[in-house]
């Protein structure tokens, strides 16, 4: 049973924007941190954005800070990641991820749930 289903990704020009969604389902949404990683070609997944599960309190990677907006819709068991001024670097498989954490889940550490990814692609 998968526990978080991501969609919205996609190709894309630089300069445009993308809103990732993540369903979360067979999982109590509301006690978990929410987090979006990113894996490029070659490289090792790295954390994107990360939102707590009591205030929202939110963290970003210095790479998307102001352009990517992670939230979360409690009453919807969704999280989401918007992306705007997209770059080709953006290009990567974006994970989904929730763990009890937030502090952890941001190091990719602890108990976390994993989504199986979507693709963006962002062309120049």
């Known amino acids: 049973q998968e526990l978080l289903v991501e969609s919205g990704g996609g190709l894309v020009q630089a300069g445009g924007s993308l809103r990732l969604s993540c369903a979360a389902s067979g999982l109590t949404f509301t006690p978990y941190a929410m987090g979006w990683f990113r894996q490029a070609p070659g490289k090792e997944r790295d954390v994107v954005a990360t939102?707590?599960?009591?205030?929202?309190?939110?963290y970003y990677s210095d790479s998307v800070k102001d352009r990517f907006t992670i939230s979360r819709d409690n009453a919807k068991n969704t999280a989401y990641l918007q992306m705007n001024s997209l770059k080709p670097e953006d290009t990567a498989v974006y994970y989904c991820?929730?763990?009890?954490?937030?502090?952890?889940?941001?190091?990719?550490?602890?108990?976390?749930?994993w989504g199986k990814g979507t693709l963006v692609t962002v062309s120049s």
């Open positions: 991820a929730a763990g009890p954490h937030e502090a952890l889940l941001r190091r990719g550490e602890g108990r976390i749930y």
């Open positions: 939102i707590s599960m009591g205030f929202g309190n939110t």
